[in-house]
């Protein structure tokens, strides 16, 4: 009875992992469509992705980085041949320093090539397409809804964050069992018995694998917590407390921001 018990519970602890894995919550990342197009049989997923940025101005982007096209499909030629034969003209050929309504994240793809991402947006009244770089956090689950944790008197939301999954221990560093400081133990300290790196060293380099949604204020530092693993050590440490080296912080959101202005906000 128990081994049948303890079977059950693995079955269920997988599926609820697997329910997990690319749960946004109706948010950004949620599959909106999934569709096949043309005569080549593209594969066409969408995700909602609702975000508003001011392009950068008198930045140089390539030139597909910031035109809004009328349709997607010029990713797939060259923009000569499109014109001389698909007669596909972007409907804004520069958008710097313009406000980019972005609505959606688009994979495309076929059979044996690697995926193209494009973001349906609004310009200025005018709805179309513009290139996508560095969009494929959302196909690797990434940000998606890992499950939640009750501790320290609140309900933490447990998010993917293997993307953006490492940082560097310089200091001494308390490693919890849960997020938060009331009411959770202390498992690990790095370097407890070891001289701290030196200025010039890069120290431990940890791996993240998840990260709270929501950010608190600890000796006033901001941050999230974020769930580690360091040889056969698992827990929580706290964002602030550690050099992660994220001028633009975890979610995709703040990716798309970066694209957008190249770091100029």
Known sequence: MKKLIAIFTLIFTASLSLAF???YNNGNGTVIAEETWGDNEL??????????????????FPEKNKALWEHYSYL????YCLIQEGGI???I???SGKVIHIMEILKISRADEEPYYTYYVE??????YMFAEECD???KGYWAVVGRINSSGKQWTIRNARYNGWFWVKERLFVRDKPGINETNKIYLFYKDEELPGEEQWGTEI????ATEEEEIIDGKSGRWLEIVYNDIRGWVFEGYVICDLEFGWTPEDHLELQFTCGYR
């Open 89 to 91: 003209f972007p409907l």
């Open 93 to 95: 050929n520069d958008c």
């Open 137 to 139: 956090f959302y196909d």
């Open 76 to 79: 797939y030629e060259t923009k």
């Open 207 to 210: 791996e993240v694998i998840n």
């Open 43 to 60: 594969q066409i997923v969408r995700r909602k992705h609702v975000q508003t940025i001011k392009m950068a101005e008198n930045i140089d």
């Open 21 to 23: 894995s690319q749960n």
């Open 123 to 128: 310009v200025e009244g005018k709805k179309g």
